[in-house]
């Protein structure tokens, strides 16, 4: 982007006189002073910390100005300042300005699982025939959002946006700020329960991804979700459907798998064959819907094809790596529900091995009163005859750890605390050979990827 402090001013509602740096120009924005590129606009937002106090940083790191919602008397002297009321509303007013200035396609992508995936599948699809701009790594809220707005280039003719959600609200606000051109739906699962308490309601945020879509805007959802089918019977919008039953508009055929890959036909191009570098149907879907939207963009299937193939993931999304004494690692540790537990397992369990698979199991975070039943009962989705020992972590994992030695006395269990990641890493270096998988999967705020880390760290310097 390139913008003179007068466009910004206007966009932002300035409150303050600016005219002597009107004609200042500004290429990047950025929160954090410490990613600042030189010409850049800072932004300090009020958070943990008041990012106000950073701006010395700012004006080191090169920015050529910034956004002000404190007294002027406490800006620096001799420096481009906008003076604003809010900041946080000035950095979303300024992406929506900036979004009708590039006036790109937008797809928004939201989901209780997949969404990263989904995003990032359906951007490289989309890349064959247009210029794209994704959303980087999980920027999916109402900080994330405008940020990835504001990071297109101006030649940009697709923007693709992941949502995020914790609250009823979210999406309505993040829909309406972006306007999306298609909104695509996932899956309903049990992430963020603690806050919704039902699943049910769970689909109602969900669909509040709808709400800003535009004049003639399109709903892509997964058909086998019974909670989207009740919501959509009566929208007045065109929709499209995926998913693995007939009576979906897309569905998958001939799905086959290895320990890296999957690949699948479709009802759609049935001499088509799709292939992903990811394991479990569970991808296949969200490739489903990164083709539900190619069809709608009239992109060539073989296209498709191709993209898929070379897809270019974010991390930590069901990532094989190496390990300790050269161990195949499924690094799945950026984020964990029932949902996407059980599914993982499920893959994982039938991957190909010579050796053990080993399976690392970490707290699933915000399922509030249901959380120990919630971790219980994923003693269903882990096979004995496939698994040879399970490590769990967190307090909620006892729960399952109680299950298992109910249900499957025979199967090997071993709980550490939360903040016991050295010995559970140590455990694991002790067992593991270069024949052997292993399973890494929680929520991020469990940091089994310090656990990960250790490994590779303990590969490459054997």
Not at 364 to 369: A, Q, R, T
């Amino acid at each position: 982007m390139k913008m003179q402090l007068s466009e910004i001013a206007h966009a932002v509602g300035a409150i303050n006189d600016f005219e002597q740096w009107r004609s200042v120009s500004v290429t990047s924005v950025a929160f954090d002073s410490r990613h600042l590129q030189p010409g850049g606009l800072f932004i300090p937002l009020t958070g943990e910390q008041d990012g106000h106090q950073f701006i010395q940083s700012a004006i080191d790191h090169g920015a050529a100005a910034t956004l002000w919602a404190r007294d002027l008397a406490t800006a620096p002297a001799n420096f481009p300042v906008i003076q604003v009321a809010d900041s946080l509303k000035a950095l979303q007013a300024l992406a929506q300005y900036y979004l009708t200035k590039i006036n790109p396609r937008v797809v928004a992508v939201t989901g209780s699982n997949g969404k990263t995936t989904t995003k990032d599948m359906i951007a490289s699809i989309l890349a064959t025939q247009f210029n794209v701009t994704k959303t980087h790594a999980n920027f999916n809220n109402e900080i994330g959002v405008p940020m990835t707005v504001l990071s297109m280039e101006p030649n940009t003719e697709m923007l693709v946006v992941e949502m995020g959600m914790d609250r009823p609200g979210q999406l309505d606000f993040l829909s309406h700020l972006v306007a999306p051109d298609i909104a695509v739906i996932t899956m309903i699962g049990e992430a963020h329960i603690e806050f919704f308490g039902t699943r049910d309601k769970i689909a109602d945020a969900k669909m509040e991804i709808t709400h800003g879509l535009s004049e003639d805007g399109i709903l892509v959802y997964n058909g086998d979700e019974p909670l989207l089918r009740e919501r959509t019977q009566d929208l007045n919008l065109q929709q499209h459907t995926f998913g693995q039953q007939t009576d979906d508009e897309l569905f998958a055929t001939k799905i086959a798998g290895t320990a890296t890959d999957t690949t699948f036909t479709t009802n759609l191009w049935p001499d088509k064959t799709f292939s992903i570098p990811m394991i479990g149907t569970y991808n296949v879907n969200n490739a489903l819907a990164a083709l539900a939207v190619a069809n709608v963009y009239r992109i060539r299937p073989e296209n498709a094809q191709r993209a898929l193939s070379t897809v270019n993931l974010t991390e930590n999304r069901a990532e094989w790596v190496k390990g300790t004494a050269g161990e195949d690692i499924l690094s799945d540790v950026y984020n964990s529900n029932p949902t996407a537990v059980k599914q993982v397992l499920a893959a994982f369990s039938q991957t190909p091995v010579t050796g053990k698979r080993y399976v690392v199991l970490g707290d699933m975070l915000e399922l509030g009163m249901q959380a120990d039943t919630m971790h219980a009962d994923l003693a269903t989705a882990i096979d004995p005859t496939k698994i040879s020992h399970v490590y769990l972590v967190g307090s909620h994992m006892v729960a399952l750890q109680r299950r298992l030695a109910q249900e499957k006395p025979n199967l090997a269990v071993t709980h550490f605390a939360a903040d016991a990641l050295p010995a559970l890493t140590s455990a694991l270096q002790d067992v593991l050979t270069a024949d052997d998988q292993i399973l890494l999967k929680g929520s991020h705020g469990i940091h089994l990827e310090q656990v990960l880390a250790a490994l590779q760290d303990s590969h490459e310097n054997s």
